[in-house]
Protein backbone atom coordinates (compact mmCIF):
# COMPACT_ATOMS: atom_id res chain seq x y z
CA UNK A 1 0.00 0.00 0.00
CA UNK A 2 2.54 2.48 0.80
CA UNK A 3 4.48 1.51 -2.62
CA UNK A 4 0.74 2.65 -4.33
CA UNK A 5 0.78 5.73 -2.36
CA UNK A 6 4.48 6.45 -3.40
CA UNK A 7 3.66 5.98 -6.89
CA UNK A 8 0.76 8.26 -7.23
CA UNK A 9 2.10 11.00 -4.85
CA UNK A 10 5.06 11.08 -7.92
CA UNK A 11 2.61 11.23 -10.45
CA UNK A 12 0.79 13.59 -8.80
CA UNK A 13 4.29 15.40 -8.19
CA UNK A 14 4.98 14.88 -12.04
CA UNK A 15 1.93 16.04 -13.01
CA UNK A 16 2.51 19.39 -11.75
CA UNK A 17 5.70 20.12 -13.15
CA UNK A 18 4.69 18.99 -16.40
CA UNK A 19 0.91 19.77 -17.28
CA UNK A 20 -2.70 18.59 -18.33
CA UNK A 21 -5.83 18.84 -20.99
CA UNK A 22 -8.93 16.99 -19.83
CA UNK A 23 -11.81 16.81 -22.12
CA UNK A 24 -14.88 19.18 -21.47
CA UNK A 25 -18.08 18.49 -20.46
CA UNK A 26 -19.82 17.11 -23.64
CA UNK A 27 -16.68 16.29 -25.38
CA UNK A 28 -15.42 12.89 -26.68
CA UNK A 29 -11.99 11.20 -27.49
CA UNK A 30 -10.98 8.61 -29.58
CA UNK A 31 -8.41 6.04 -28.38
CA UNK A 32 -6.82 3.33 -29.96
CA UNK A 33 -3.27 1.41 -29.08
CA UNK A 34 -1.64 -1.87 -28.19
CA UNK A 35 -1.31 -3.26 -25.11
CA UNK A 36 1.02 -5.46 -22.60
CA UNK A 37 -0.01 -8.53 -21.13
CA UNK A 38 0.94 -11.73 -20.61
CA UNK A 39 -1.83 -13.38 -23.20
CA UNK A 40 -0.17 -11.66 -25.89
CA UNK A 41 -0.40 -8.38 -27.76
CA UNK A 42 -3.64 -7.11 -27.42
CA UNK A 43 -5.23 -4.06 -29.69
CA UNK A 44 -7.94 -1.61 -28.62
CA UNK A 45 -10.34 0.58 -29.51
CA UNK A 46 -12.24 2.99 -26.98
CA UNK A 47 -14.47 6.15 -26.41
CA UNK A 48 -14.16 8.45 -23.82
CA UNK A 49 -16.92 10.66 -23.21
CA UNK A 50 -16.74 14.48 -20.94
CA UNK A 51 -19.97 14.29 -18.30
CA UNK A 52 -18.18 16.60 -15.97
CA UNK A 53 -15.24 18.95 -15.55
CA UNK A 54 -12.94 16.07 -13.84
CA UNK A 55 -14.34 13.10 -14.71
CA UNK A 56 -15.07 11.34 -18.31
CA UNK A 57 -17.26 7.88 -18.59
CA UNK A 58 -16.14 5.76 -21.73
CA UNK A 59 -16.10 2.18 -23.33
CA UNK A 60 -13.49 0.19 -24.90
CA UNK A 61 -13.14 -3.30 -27.16
CA UNK A 62 -10.25 -5.34 -27.05
CA UNK A 63 -8.76 -8.65 -28.58
CA UNK A 64 -5.86 -10.18 -28.69
CA UNK A 65 -4.16 -13.97 -29.74
CA UNK A 66 -1.90 -16.29 -28.36
CA UNK A 67 -0.68 -19.64 -28.20
CA UNK A 68 -0.49 -22.03 -25.19
CA UNK A 69 1.27 -25.49 -24.69
CA UNK A 70 -0.71 -27.13 -21.72
CA UNK A 71 -0.29 -31.02 -21.54
CA UNK A 72 2.25 -31.19 -24.17
CA UNK A 73 -0.23 -29.95 -26.83
CA UNK A 74 -0.09 -26.76 -28.15
CA UNK A 75 -3.65 -24.32 -28.10
CA UNK A 76 -4.61 -21.39 -29.98
CA UNK A 77 -6.86 -18.85 -28.34
CA UNK A 78 -8.74 -15.74 -28.76
CA UNK A 79 -9.46 -13.05 -25.78
CA UNK A 80 -12.39 -10.18 -26.61
CA UNK A 81 -12.78 -7.66 -24.18
CA UNK A 82 -15.86 -5.23 -23.60
CA UNK A 83 -15.18 -2.89 -21.22
CA UNK A 84 -16.31 0.54 -19.34
CA UNK A 85 -14.77 2.64 -17.38
CA UNK A 86 -14.82 6.16 -15.24
CA UNK A 87 -11.71 8.24 -14.94
CA UNK A 88 -10.97 11.61 -12.71
CA UNK A 89 -8.91 13.67 -14.05
CA UNK A 90 -6.40 15.67 -11.78
CA UNK A 91 -6.04 18.90 -14.58
CA UNK A 92 -7.58 21.25 -12.68
CA UNK A 93 -6.56 20.58 -9.07
CA UNK A 94 -2.76 20.26 -10.26
CA UNK A 95 -3.11 23.73 -12.52
CA UNK A 96 -1.26 21.74 -15.32
CA UNK A 97 -0.50 22.69 -18.23
CA UNK A 98 -2.72 22.08 -21.45
CA UNK A 99 -0.78 19.48 -23.54
CA UNK A 100 -0.55 17.33 -20.70
CA UNK A 101 -3.50 14.96 -19.19
CA UNK A 102 -3.24 12.96 -16.49
CA UNK A 103 -5.92 10.52 -14.49
CA UNK A 104 -6.94 7.69 -12.57
CA UNK A 105 -10.00 5.23 -12.67
CA UNK A 106 -11.90 1.75 -12.34
CA UNK A 107 -13.19 -0.14 -15.00
CA UNK A 108 -15.53 -3.54 -15.22
CA UNK A 109 -15.36 -5.58 -18.55
CA UNK A 110 -16.63 -8.81 -19.90
CA UNK A 111 -13.45 -10.76 -21.23
CA UNK A 112 -15.01 -13.95 -24.04
CA UNK A 113 -12.26 -15.78 -23.75
CA UNK A 114 -11.99 -18.37 -26.98
CA UNK A 115 -10.37 -21.96 -26.40
CA UNK A 116 -10.22 -25.06 -28.50
CA UNK A 117 -13.15 -27.97 -27.53
CA UNK A 118 -10.18 -30.00 -26.44
CA UNK A 119 -8.31 -27.69 -24.18
CA UNK A 120 -8.89 -28.53 -20.36
CA UNK A 121 -7.25 -25.36 -18.98
CA UNK A 122 -8.51 -22.52 -16.39
CA UNK A 123 -8.85 -20.22 -18.87
CA UNK A 124 -12.92 -18.90 -19.34
CA UNK A 125 -15.30 -16.13 -20.46
CA UNK A 126 -16.10 -13.42 -17.55
CA UNK A 127 -16.41 -10.53 -15.49
CA UNK A 128 -13.64 -8.75 -14.88
CA UNK A 129 -12.42 -5.47 -12.68
CA UNK A 130 -9.66 -2.75 -13.36
CA UNK A 131 -8.10 0.08 -11.88
CA UNK A 132 -5.75 2.15 -14.61
CA UNK A 133 -3.56 4.95 -13.82
CA UNK A 134 -2.66 6.57 -17.16
CA UNK A 135 -1.82 9.81 -19.02
CA UNK A 136 -1.76 11.39 -22.46
CA UNK A 137 0.31 14.42 -23.97
CA UNK A 138 -1.25 16.67 -26.96
CA UNK A 139 1.06 17.14 -29.67
CA UNK A 140 -2.05 19.47 -31.10
CA UNK A 141 -5.37 20.30 -29.87
CA UNK A 142 -6.94 17.14 -31.10
CA UNK A 143 -3.95 14.74 -31.66
CA UNK A 144 -2.31 12.90 -28.66
CA UNK A 145 -0.23 9.56 -27.05
CA UNK A 146 -1.31 7.94 -23.94
CA UNK A 147 0.10 5.46 -21.34
CA UNK A 148 -1.56 3.71 -19.03
CA UNK A 149 -0.71 1.26 -16.20
CA UNK A 150 -3.28 -1.31 -14.71
CA UNK A 151 -4.53 -4.18 -13.44
CA UNK A 152 -7.27 -6.45 -13.17
CA UNK A 153 -8.20 -7.18 -16.92
CA UNK A 154 -7.27 -9.45 -19.35
CA UNK A 155 -4.85 -5.96 -20.65
CA UNK A 156 -3.26 -6.00 -17.35
CA UNK A 157 0.15 -4.70 -17.41
CA UNK A 158 -1.40 -1.22 -19.75
CA UNK A 159 -1.50 -0.04 -22.80
CA UNK A 160 0.25 2.59 -25.03
CA UNK A 161 -1.64 4.21 -27.96
CA UNK A 162 -3.19 7.03 -29.77
CA UNK A 163 -5.82 9.83 -28.61
CA UNK A 164 -8.12 12.08 -31.33
CA UNK A 165 -10.50 14.36 -29.52
CA UNK A 166 -13.98 14.78 -31.68
Known amino acids: ?7 MVMIFALGKVFGSNALANGQSQFNAGVGFSSWGVPVYIGLDYGVHRNVTLGGEVSFQS ?3 KYNDNKYDHSIIGIS ?4 YH ?3 VLDIPSNWDFYAGLGIGFYIWNSPDEYDGSHTSGL ?3 GQLG ?6 EKFGVN ?3 G ?3 VISGGKFGITLKL
Open 147 to 149: LEF
Open 84 to 87: GNGN
Open 66 to 68: YQD
Open 128 to 130: GVS
Open 90 to 92: FNN
Open 1 to 7: MKKIFLV
Open 135 to 140: GRYYFS
Open 151 to 153: GGN
